[in-house]
């Protein structure tokens, strides 16, 4: 049996690949431009992405346990999955939105409690790098539950 610590160091790497390529190629452009918008548009852009980063991230998982004989039980794997998707969520509403004032998304205000103010408003590229670090942490969160129980 592959040891939980394997299944782990796969299934992010796994996820880690497909968040790449469902952020970045996956991702079709006018989704990218409204995910952070107000209203029932920017919820819908925003979920039309993640379920497309999803079904990227499920199918990358899939092929690494077949191929590296992972032996992940599905269970845990939509588990993973699922983490990935509703913290991939929760952090892409707040593109564009990152030098808002006022009470802009969850994801903004808790960067601006938690000391990110002057940077974001200084740096253009805070926000993004924000939200980077946020995906790979909550991937690595992902990967971690995936690897939860063996077959």
Not at 18 to 33: I, K, L, M, N
Not at 70 to 78: D, K, M, V
Not at 88 to 93: I, K, L, N
Request: net charge positive.
């Amino acid at each position: 049996m592959t040891s939980k610590a394997v299944r782990a160091t796969a299934a992010y790497a796994a996820l880690n690949a497909a968040h790449e390529v469902g952020d970045y190629w996956v991702q079709v452009d006018r989704d990218a431009v409204a995910k952070g918008g107000h209203g029932a548009e920017g919820r819908a852009a925003c979920a039309r992405h993640v379920a497309s980063y999803t079904a990227t991230q499920a199918v990358a998982l899939a092929a690494a346990d077949r191929v590296l004989r992972l032996r992940l039980h599905w269970g845990w794997a939509a588990a993973g999955l699922t983490v990935s998707a509703l913290t991939h969520y929760a952090a892409d509403r707040s593109g564009g939105r990152w030098r808002e004032d006022g009470p802009s998304t969850r994801l903004v205000r808790f960067a601006r409690r938690t000391g990110h103010t002057g940077w974001l408003e200084r740096d253009p590229g805070a926000g993004p790098l924000l939200d980077q670090a946020w995906h790979k942490g909550w991937i690595a969160i992902a990967a971690v539950v995936a690897a939860g129980g063996g077959r």
